[in-house]
């Protein structure tokens, strides 16, 4: 990629990272075990 | 203050992610969409960060390499590169396994950040939003489920 020549070096610390959280695990359908 | 911050001006420190513009090959990998760079071939975790990784300086990209994950200032330019046309014509010349479109669009960057004069080099980015150029509602879906992002099949929403 070509975006030019480098300007200034920056520190960049967001308070809360902008990243979702991990999908929460879902728990398996249970079984239905016929009689 | 001691060290390289005391070099630092107040504007060089920022608590806000960047934003820049990047393109992507949407591809299928066990029925589920990955994100891969558009020249580089790296896989973009979902819901986890990508962080750099410099075989010379490691994560944090340096001025004087070419190191870190980059990403464009403008719209356009990200266009551009992906090889379409802005608005019309949109056609890729690229083509890979299992691909199934093209996206561009939104990326936050942060970290240690080397700003140039037409896009940065980031230590760390998670996309921010999504436009499908040659993808479905379906593939939209998908991937807004997985990366948990806004993502349009509408490339004319890009014109917007």
């Known amino acids: 990629m070509e975006i030019g020549e480098p300007e200034r070096e920056i520190e960049v ?3 809360e990272e902008p990243v979702p959280e991990e999908m929460p695990v879902e728990a398996p359908e249970p079984v239905r075990i016929p009689a | 203050m001691t060290g390289a911050k005391e070099e630092m001006s107040p504007r060089d420190i920022l ?9 992507w090959h949407v591809v299928y990998e066990n029925s589920l969409p990955v994100l891969v760079s558009w020249s580089l071939n790296t896989a973009w975790p979902a819901r986890r ?5 410099c075989e010379q300086h ?3 990209p340096h001025r004087d390499h070419d190191c870190g994950i980059h990403a464009f200032k403008s719209r356009d330019d990200a266009l551009a590169y992906a090889g379409c ?4 014509g949109l056609s890729f010349v690229r083509a ?6 093209a996206a561009v669009g939104r ?19 998670y996309p921010y939003e999504l436009f499908l150029i040659d993808g479905d509602q379906g593939i939209a879906r998908d ?13 004319g929403r890009l014109a917007a």
């Open chain 1, 13 to 15: 610390w967001p308070l």
């Open chain 2, 15 to 23: 608590s806000e992610p960047l934003v820049g513009w990047r393109a």
């Open chain 2, 49 to 53: 960060k990508l962080e750099a990784a």
């Open chain 2, 58 to 60: 490691g994560p944090r």
């Open chain 2, 85 to 88: 046309l802005p608005y019309e």
């Open chain 2, 96 to 101: 890979m396994e299992g691909r199934a479109c």
């Open chain 2, 107 to 125: 990326v936050s960057l942060w970290g240690r950040v080397v700003a140039h004069r037409g896009g940065y080099r980031a230590q760390f980015a």
């Open chain 2, 143 to 155: 991937l807004a489920r997985r990366y948990a992002v806004e993502v349009s099949a509408e490339p």
